[in-house]
């Protein structure tokens, strides 16, 4: 049995083309987590009709809390295996209470890393503490093309077992995006406004110092143009209806959306965190972040100004008002190149997994 554990909405895109492939080596079996206010990656898995069990839940902003939630999921694990038995094999992307389950039942484990690093140059003060907690106990890591070797060989852990792939991941699940039905429909709104998407930033992730205002602050600014404006919640739902009610045109996501049905019909992205900040560059979609730090990705797409980055929510009003007034260049057909120097997909990662986990055994 394969066991894989989800914990973060980016890794069910990122997987969900795997799964079908892993199926033909062995059993699968997907555990994730769900809390109160944080319950995207359940919600997607359960958009996409991918069976999962719900491990635990999120310990939230604090540490104590986080330290509980992982100690009571890894409890919780073990319940699981004394009915589904023990893994042959365990993949993740960032999951630490998985990856410490997995070593101390010595099940083998394959890591999908991309941010080990809290910056946009290698400095082994920046090494994220998940990296830490995760990345020494693997014993397969692959890493995009775009973040050097030298972050994963620093905690210790061989060459041989970093592998390169040679494109982004964001490419696995957008490069052959169709047209669906437009979100915008499920919420009545004018489909011929421009649509300019906001999304938080992770604030209560570990790498995140402080919550910034600029998000919130440029809501305000923007609202004073006739356009529509989204905003994709990360955790208190509620709280952010409740603080924005006064803005007629700001519509506030409580549903989760396929990318066909979704990424198509938005003009503009304004972003805190980095995947959609990447799925919206690849896609051609005029993108700022206001992102509180740079990560390897955001520097890839700044260098080749794929994004623009602000600090005000001034700033953030005056380039939006910019692209209203003048459309900016198509970038869809550089993106794609920068992307996927290969083409994106797992035929080789599979055969890597196959060859080291399951011929030689």
Known sequence: MIWLDITDPKYVLFFKDFIPLLKTLDEVLITTRASKGYNECLKLLQLFKIPAICVGGYGGGEKLDKLQARLDRQKEFLVLFEKYGIPKLFITGVSVEGTHTAFGLGIPIVQFSDTPLIGECFEISKLSLVAKLTLPLSNLIFRPFIVPEICYSALGVE????????????ALWLKDLKKGQNFLQNYHLDSTKPTILLREEEYNAHYVEKKLPIIYESIELLSTLDVNLILMPRYDL?????????????????KKFSPQDFYPFIDMLIGGGGTMNLEACYLGIPTISTRSLFLFHDRYLLDHQLMQHCITSLQVFNQVKSWLEKKPPNTKLLAKKLFEPSIANFESIFAIIKQRFYIQN
Request: charged share 25%; aromatic share 10%; hydrophobic share 40%.
């Open 159 to 170: 060459s041989k077992n970093i592998i390169p792939y040679q494109f982004i991941d964001v």
């Open 238 to 254: 509620e709280s952010l209806k409740k603080q924005f009610s006064h803005i007629k045109n700001l519509t506030i996501l409580d």
